[in-house]
């Protein structure tokens, strides 16, 4: 099959985080396969665009502030002829849809191309009542409506998908994100490096602060032990600093900015703890790949797969308060045994439940069926 996925950003920074990943992901998994992939979508970097990722064949134009917004309003005039001649050819259209221009230009050329094509949402679509959002929606539903089906990760994007799209709303079929665990598992790994790794955006909705009071905690019990944050800041950078200098950490916590994909991955395998203090975060990626690397995750009850990890202990599950996560944080840095048994659990629930492979089987099926 000739599939053409579209994503809204692609850049050096990992800055669109979870979607892009989880395009290019899937999108391996099925050259593998055999089928014929190809990528559009906005670049942003220093250096000029590569022509792959992977083994993935990238069609990218530079990203332009179109209209306000980090993501909202980023496009390239020329992108829209390449959807167009891109989707002409394509057996299936898949577009990782958040409510920004790019993900509306290509629901459109879609529609006007006459395809059927499958929407993935990514936690993006949740009712917003602002009246720019409204207007928005006015173009941006119909054309959601026309999709073949709409891929979701949990329930609680199932509902708000719903309530935005309304009675109309095309079948939405759950499927969950996966990782390779395979190269993921071949990074090596230092075992028993001190170090608790931050890995997000630095937003309010990651609680990047909240990492920075339980690092201060930790500290307390463990003073041997070093906290590192990665990531594209966006706003909370300077309340970040500002924490570490109030708790005279300056020689404990550091920002280390933001990392490509590869060097994440060492990042992963080189953490003694992986924590995430995210609230309300759907299906998150760096949860998936720290598991597959090794590495032992804290996150909290508001995480899509939180119910899902501490079923199986590949995880520990906390409330999100800074004691919590550094109690979850000390009894993994000093028990061996709790240790191991999460590791061995977080690997076993990505060759389970969260693997590329099982992905893709189910992608092929709908892919098929369309």
Known sequence: MRLVHVVTLVSEDGAYGGPTSVATGQLEECAARGHEVTLLSLWRGRSRAPARIGSVPLRTRPARALLPGRFTGIMHPMLVRDMWRCMGRADVVHIHAGRDLVSLTALAVAALRGKRFFTQTHGMVEPRHRLVARIFDRLY?????????????????????????????????????????ERNAAVERRRHAPEVLFMARLHPRKRPEAFVEMAALVHRKLPGVRFTLHGPDEGSLPAVRQLIAEHRLTDVVSYGGALSYAEALRAYANAAVYVLPSVDEPFPMTVIEALAAGAPVVCTDTCGMADELARRGAAIVTDGSPPTMADAVCELLTDENKRDGVVKAGKRAVEEAFSIHAVTDRLEELYRNL
């Open 141 to 181: 539903v119909p054309l959601l409506r026309r999709a073949r089906g709409c891929l979701v990760l949990t329930e609680r994007e199932r509902r708000a998908v719903s309530e935005v799209v309304g009675p109309q709303c095309p079948p939405l079929l759950t499927l969950p994100n996966g990782v390779r665990p």
